[in-house]
């Protein structure tokens, strides 16, 4: 299918040394792929370094990147939310400020659109630390028992149509955004495919997920939502496809 009429959001906290090479890398691979109907949300979630100075300069720069701006952090959630009433374009693709997508996997992505109703994704050869790995593995098998769902991963870069983002409300502001929108979409009986995609090793920094308080606010966020379903009045979920 062809790449074309996608919204990124790109959430940023404190990414100053990896957020011009997310958005280089966008631009470069729409232009590759001739598609010129595509905007960039650049979010600066409450960052403290130059990575709202760098999301300003994009927007300066390029029409079709708008720069948004949080006092102070709010969420990665949150930042996913408040671009899908600013979006203008069919598809609502999340890629993350820290440039760990590689580009062949978002290409991959985006090209995968219209296999299904919607595109989620899973890590190919997970070598991230094994604390993380062992909390994300723990996390996928909890939401898969408490909704009988069968994802391979549910925070990756996800592409999913934006007007069935607005047909559901989003609670969750943390990093638990994803797997809710994940479920609340399966529960309305809509179909996913699943594409595998690869991440670059962080060359510095740490990842900001894999910390106690948003651990907590993970399964907070999680046990909200199986009470929230918990009368089992949203539909059954399709079989998943893959691709």
Known sequence: MAIDSVTFIVPALNENEALANTLDEIMRIMKDEGAADFEILAVNDGSTDDTGAIANSYAKR???????????????????????????????MLVHGDNEILADSIRKILKAAGSADFVITYLQNDTRPSGRLFFSRYFTRLVNFLFSLKVRYYNGP?????????EITILTNGHAF???????????????????????????????????????????AILRLRFTLADGSASAPNPEKKV
């Open 62 to 92: 390029y029409p079709n990147i708008r720069a948004l701006h949080n006092p102070s952090p709010r969420g990665i959630g949150q930042a996913y939310k408040r671009g899908i009433p600013l979006a203008t374009k069919n598809q609502y």
């Open 158 to 166: 996800n592409l999913i149509p934006l007007k069935l983002l607005k």
């Open 178 to 220: 994803m797997a809710e929108v994940i479920v609340r979409l399966a529960k309305r009986g809509y179909a996913y495919a699943e594409v595998e995609f690869e991440s670059r090793l962080r060359v510095r920094g740490r990842s900001k997920a894999f910390r106690i308080k948003n651990i907590i606010s993970v399964l907070r």
